[in-house]
């Protein structure tokens, strides 16, 4: 009886809650507490030292667990080949792994599975990366072999046709999409045509088909080199343990390299917002791009625009998302990013937006944009966003893995790699004038870069009585159509 009784309770008080108001429930909000003061956490010491043959080591000692990853970076990304090559450094960094010496790929792959460790190999935009991560008592033997596949690897011809197909396949996937169209319609129409970042780091299908193994080894032969590169080694290794691993696996390396030039990235000049379309017909949805090129994380107002970006698309709470998502309900996400490269990176809003809310949701962003640029944040809302960025940054960093990816930013930014020892503090310390000044000294939100992929037939005339700034029309290679 008890137990109806409860039940009959708690039915009756469900039923009036639904009954109330709508109105009235949602003045039933709860103030959050203030946040707390900031935990101590100390950022792992950093090590350095070199091996006879040039190679630098980085050391990042956590000892939690018996885990240790060995990545190998090499300055031999994309923005180091010609235009005409675009996509070799890519396809040279995949096919490290596919054999070396009496080893083929399905060799190598048999050995690593067998010491239980993660391996890969591959090139982006800036650096080639071989990777390897395993339990310490068997880490020096799977170093050694991943090692083996950077200093001498076979090159498989039936492998680089392979790699090659692989290549071409992902190319036409991406470029499948809207997201796919925007993202290189955006960095063709924000970087000069000679800027390596103008180009997609894994090449197009013009450049990528005529690549064969000449070019290839020609490319390792002349790009890999020990004092082109930096061991990263993170996790349970003491100093000591750190040298003889490195020199186990990369002490014979030898060859050199001419000092590299140093990376531009030529923005190209405009006068006004330029309005790109690319069409995709019969999309139901559109890939948008809002923002500019010209931001580095040497800038001396780098944590400001940190703080700024989280405010404005950084965090789930932020104002574009709040307002394209949870407002109007034009998308499922909004977001904005700094994305920062050796000689000039990017600022973008990004968003995928339903087509017939296309046009409304260039608006909004455009407006966000504006806002940032002409009004103070709000210390409240300043803090609130920081303070998630700072507390959140030790669980950012709790793996080796994490912790390898925060120091290969640190290398290839330029940044001392004791950059994070005091990261939380000076970014906890950065004020509203601070985010301020950076934002009208950074951001032209009347000379932005606006790109949509979507179907034209739908968005264009839409998008075009809006006035947002001159409009192109480019085929899916950057031709200017229109």
């Keep these: ?180 169209l925007a993202a290189d319609a955006f960095i063709r129409a924000a970087f000069d045509s000679s800027a390596p970042f103008s180009r997609p780091a894994s090449g197009t299908p013009a450049t990528i088909t005529p690549l064969t193994r000449d070019d290839v080894v020609n490319w390792h032969r002349t790009m890999y080199a020990p004092s082109a590169a930096t061991l990263l080694l993170v996790g349970d290794l003491t100093p000591a343990e750190a040298r003889s691993v490195a020199q186990q696996a990369y002490g014979t390396w030898s060859g050199t390299r001419s000092a590299p030039a140093t990376i531009e990235n030529p923005i190209r000049p405009s006068s ?33 625009m940190v703080a700024l970006n989280h405010v404005f698309g950084g965090g789930f709470s932020n104002r574009v998302n709040l307002n394209l998502r949870e407002k109007h309900g034009y998308t499922y996400g909004a977001n904005s990013t700094l994305d920062l490269r050796p000689g000039s990176g990017a600022f973008r809003v990004s968003s995928e937006v339903r087509t ?42 709790q793996t080796v893995q994490q912790l390898a990816g925060r120091i290969q930013q640190l290398i290839i930014w330029g940044l001392p790699v004791d950059f994070y020892a005091t990261y939380r503090e000076r970014l906890a310390a950065v004020t509203p004038e601070e985010v301020r000044t950076a934002a009208t000294s950074r951001l032209t939100p009347n000379n932005v870069i606006v790109v949509v992929a979507g179907d034209l037939s739908k968005i264009e005339a839409p998008i075009r009585a809006r006035n947002l700034g001159t409009v192109e029309v480019w085929d899916v290679n950057g031709n200017k159509v229109r």
């Design 1 to 180: 009886m008890r137990g109806n009784l409860h039940t009959q309770k708690t039915f009756a008080l469900v039923v009036g809650a639904m009954l109330l108001p709508v109105s009235a429930i949602r003045t039933q909000t709860v103030t959050p507490p203030p946040a707390a003061p900031l935990r101590p956490y100390v950022f792992p010491s950093v090590e350095q030292f070199q091996l006879p043959n040039g190679l630098k080591v980085i050391l990042v000692e956590k000892h939690t667990l018996p885990v240790v990853e060995g990545r190998l970076l090499v300055d031999a990304g994309a923005m180091r080949e010609s235009a005409a090559k675009s996509g070799l450094a890519s396809l040279t960094g995949s096919l490290l792994s596919e054999g070396t010496g009496a080893m083929d790929g399905a060799a190598i792959a048999r050995a690593m599975d067998a010491f239980g460790a993660q391996y890969f190999t591959n090139a982006g935009y800036s650096v080639a990366a071989v990777d390897v991560v395993a339990l310490k008592n068997v880490f020096p033997q799977a170093l050694e072999l991943a090692a083996k596949t950077v200093i001498a690897p076979s090159f498989p011809v039936g492998e680089i046709s392979r790699v090659k197909n692989r290549a071409l396949a992902n190319y036409q996937q991406a470029h499948a999409r809207t997201a796919g």
């Design 356 to 397: 017939n809310a296309t046009d409304s949701a260039l608006v909004e962003v455009v407006n966000e944009y504006k806002r940032i640029v002409g009004e103070p944040i709000p210390m409240t809302e300043l803090h609130g966003s920081v303070n998630n960025l700072v507390s959140g940054f030790p669980s950012s960093v």
């Design 272 to 304: 006004g917002t330029r309005v790109i379309l690319v069409d995709r017909p019969g999309s139901v949805q559109s890939s948008v791009i809002i923002g500019q090129a010209g931001f580095r994380a040497t800038d001396p107002d780098y944590l400001s």
